[in-house]
């Protein structure tokens, strides 16, 4: 009776060493597992992305020139500054002043296709009822961080009873970019590659017996290094990697080929879960007409009657041309229409105007159009 009441003792003790040990190794698994995978952080949406920029831009001047071609050779005319917008460190808009130009566009339903940059590749005018209008193309030049900095506008023309596109108008955008690691790097010169001043030498001849395999062994040896590249080359192209190398263990770049290929070879592949997102099309320099805005107005202030204006009896419809921004905001109001004693008073009520925003195929744009105001007494 005393041995099995030890044995009952020595059960409870042994189980606890037991679970001991299984926690143990419980931990130290979870110590080599591999930690699990991490969300990447979502990029944030800035103002500076949503307009199509690449890299740290602080300011961007954008400049409009007419081409002509009277002398029979394309001139450009005087710069007109189009629009000017600046941005912070963390790329939210801080400046936008935009400068419309009158009678530069159209009034009609645009439509548009992008490159595969994203940017506006062509642009079709159609009127109320369908047909066409006018037609544009849009080619771009490029500065170092890939933003573009020259874009020339040709319409569609009919010459000779065929289609083609005459230049009309080239836009300069200046952009200027605030200095970080990215910008220091790509700003600096390339260094220049050392070349090597012994000359190269030929490997030694296979030695033979007979004469003949002399002379042949002599003729390979004064063969020209260029020929000898050539001949590897041609080695290269016809045998399997395998037996490259071995022919070609000599040659250092080949080797180094080979081990940077076996390299990438090894490395572990990343799957995604998801395709990334397709880049989104970047917003279009010019606005969409819109023609007269008073009707799609969310808030429509009144203009105050001048009293000046009043005793003199002056009275009529002024038409202010605005431009309306991504948010719905108008960001340059100019009377075009209108006598000159209320043309003030209109513009300044134009500007406290406000527009639900308008999309473009999902992409928020501007809007040019116009807004009118009727002054009249009161009968």
Do not use: C
């Not at 591999?34 to 199509?52: I, N, Q």
């Not at 159209?106 to 506006?120: A, F, P, R, S, W």
């Not at 805005?293 to 003199?312: C, F, K, Q």
């Amino acid at each position: 009776m005393l041995r099995i009441d030890r044995r009952f003792f020595l059960l409870p003790l042994v189980l606890a060493l037991v679970a001991a040990n299984a926690e143990a190794q419980s931990n130290l698994t979870a110590k080599v597992s591999p930690a699990p995978p991490t969300a990447s952080r979502p990029v944030e949406e800035t103002d500076r992305l949503r307009d199509g920029l690449v890299g740290p831009v602080r300011r961007v001047r954008t400049e409009v020139a007419k081409l002509s071609n009277e002398t029979g050779k394309l001139q450009e005319g005087k710069h007109a500054v189009l629009e000017v917008v600046s941005y912070d460190l963390r790329g939210n808009k801080t400046e936008n002043q935009y400068f419309p130009i009158a009678g530069s566009t159209l009034t009609g339903k645009e439509v548009y296709k992008y490159d595969e940059k994203g940017n506006i590749s062509e642009m079709t005018l159609l009127n109320a009822d369908g047909s066409l209008l006018s037609k544009e193309v849009y080619q771009y030049e490029f500065d170092f961080a890939g933003n573009w900095n020259k874009m020339t506008t040709a319409v569609a023309v009919i010459e000779s009873g065929k289609l083609t596109f005459e230049p009309t108008e080239v836009t300069y955008r200046s952009i200027m970019y605030y200095l970080d690691e990215n910008m220091m790097k790509m700003t600096q010169p390339a260094p220049a590659v050392a070349k090597s001043s012994a000359p190269e030498t030929s490997p030694a001849p296979a030695q033979s017996n007979n004469a003949s395999g002399a002379n042949l062994d002599a003729k390979a040896t004064t063969k020209s290094p260029a020929a000898n590249n050539t001949a590897n080359t041609r080695t290269n192209s016809s045998l399997p990697a395998a037996m490259n190398s071995e022919r070609l263990s000599g040659s250092g770049p080949v080797e180094l080929a080979n081990v940077r290929t076996n390299a990438s070879a090894n490395s572990p592949v990343v799957n995604l879960d998801s395709d990334p997102p397709p880049p989104a099309p970047r917003p279009m320099l010019r606005p969409v007409s819109g023609g007269v805005l008073n009707g799609t107005a969310i808030t429509l202030p009144s203009p105050v009657y001048p009293d000046t204006a009043r005793r003199l009896r002056i009275a009529g419809v002024v038409s202010v041309d605005v431009v309306v921004d991504e948010t719905g905001k108008v960001i340059s109001a100019v009377a075009s229409a209108g006598p000159a004693l209320l043309r003030d008073v209109a513009v300044q009520a134009a500007l406290k105007a406000r527009f639900s925003p308008t999309k473009l195929s999902g992409q928020p744009v501007k809007v040019a159009g116009s807004i009118n105001y009727k002054f009249a007494f009161a009968q």
